[in-house]
């Protein structure tokens, strides 16, 4: 994360005022259990040590949202009566200004704010870039407007910002994993109930490759994979293609619905595997090279950087790796190994293929959404 001081002397460089609300929201890795969200499925993500940090600085100007972000080239400035129009909303502004328009839409009265944004996790990388943010600015609004929000409220704004105003059809993984992250534990969560609770990892660190593969949800890979699991599910007569058994799920005529079927009902399977074996202490390593397998043949979202890297370190030494997130691009995780070793190999393997090189870094588990001042 960020130093908070490095936040707060960017933000006094933009606004020239001290700031108010000073707030945290991690990045998060998804250990296991991926595309199972928005098919009632379970999942087991960890925030990580990486995050945005978002400084408020009361405004001069008592209806004006102003915004200014380390990242970004462009300035964001609106008058609070003019975000109306979703419509009108562009690029990273749709984050922030969507975030702004969901408490506006469920009547909260807010105060301007001047908003600067500093952040240490990689954008478009799988790690949950846009849920962060989201969530970093509602809660920061809760704070700054004194709205005293609960978490859950906090979680299901910020998700519904994403889905309206960002144009993305995402699930709840993202904004649950980083709302109710709990330092050094995973939060377990069954998207049929909405129930999560934390669990012990038995490890503190993890290998993050991110392969320069940056990906949009909006693109329209996900969504496409969201209507065939419901498709899957209505042909079966479930709820969600998560209530299928693995002979129901193999049933199906359609070769794309049975692909998709399998990998939700096997993923729910490797996540219940992982978390017995969190219980004894173990990595349950495995079951990372098996849901990464059934990612890229099943659900067919991994792309050939990603499948280079799983590849490699498996070849040199590591004990399980997958890639992590929406998918087509982003990053793997990596367990197990020699850091050295399985960076070089992975560095190798990408030149000879003429793929520019990835980013390696070790993600501490230690992410909470919080405030920092
Ligand atoms: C993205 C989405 C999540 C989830 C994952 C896949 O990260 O934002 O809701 O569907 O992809 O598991």
């Not at 936040?7 to 460089?13: C, E, K, L, T």
């Not at 995973?186 to 669990?199: P, V």
């Not at 349950?284 to 050939?304: I, K, M, P, T, W």
Request: hydrophobic residues 40%; aromatic residues 8%.
């Amino acid at each position: 994360m960020i130093e908070t001081s490095k936040a707060i002397d960017f933000a006094r460089g933009q606004f020239s005022a001290n700031p108010k609300v000073v707030v945290e929201a991690p990045g998060r890795i998804n250990y296991i259990g991926e595309h199972t969200d928005y098919n009632g499925g379970l999942a087991l993500p960890i925030a990580i040590d990486r995050g945005i940090t978002l400084v408020i600085t009361e405004s001069s100007d008592g209806s004006r949202i102003r915004a200014i972000s380390e990242s970004q080239r462009d300035v964001v400035e609106v008058d609070l009566d003019d975000i109306v129009q979703a419509e009108a909303f562009a690029g990273w502004s749709r984050y922030l200004l969507g975030a702004v328009k969901v408490l506006l839409d469920d009547g909260y009265a807010l105060r301007g704010a001047d908003f600067s944004i500093s952040s240490d996790l990689p954008l478009g990388s799988g790690l949950s870039s846009s849920a962060a943010l989201l969530l970093a600015v509602v809660f920061g609004l809760s704070l700054h407007n004194g709205l005293d929000l609960s978490r859950d409220t906090v979680v299901e704004l910020a998700h519904r910002a994403e889905k309206s105003y960002a144009g993305a059809n995402v699930g709840y993984l993202d904004h649950f994993a980083i709302g109710f992250a709990t330092s050094n534990r995973a939060t377990m969560i069954d998207f049929a109930t909405m129930k999560h609770k934390s669990c012990e990892i038995p490890f503190t660190e993890l290998l993050v490759v991110d392969s320069n593969v940056h990906h949009s949800i909006s693109d329209g890979g996900y969504g496409r994979r969201r209507v065939e699991c419901e498709n899957a599910a209505k042909i079966l007569n479930h709820r969600f293609i998560s209530e299928a058994t693995i002979e129901e799920a193999e049933s199906l005529s359609d070769v794309d619905l049975r692909n998709r079927a399998v990998h939700v009902v096997t993923e729910n399977s490797r996540v219940q595997g992982v978390i017995g074996a969190f219980q004894e202490g173990k990595t349950g390593a495995h079951y990372l090279v098996e849901s990464h397998e059934s990612l890229r043949d099943n659900f067919q979202v991994s792309c050939a950087e990603t499948d280079l890297i799983v590849e490699g370190v498996m070849r040199s030494g590591a004990e399980g790796a997958r890639m992590v997130g929406g998918g087509f691009g982003g990053s793997c995780i990596v367990v197990g190994g020699d850091y050295e070793d399985l960076k070089s190999q992975v560095i190798s393997d990408f030149s000879r293929r003429g793929f520019r090189e990835p980013t390696f870094f070790r993600a501490g588990l230690s992410g909470v959404l919080r405030q920092a001042l």
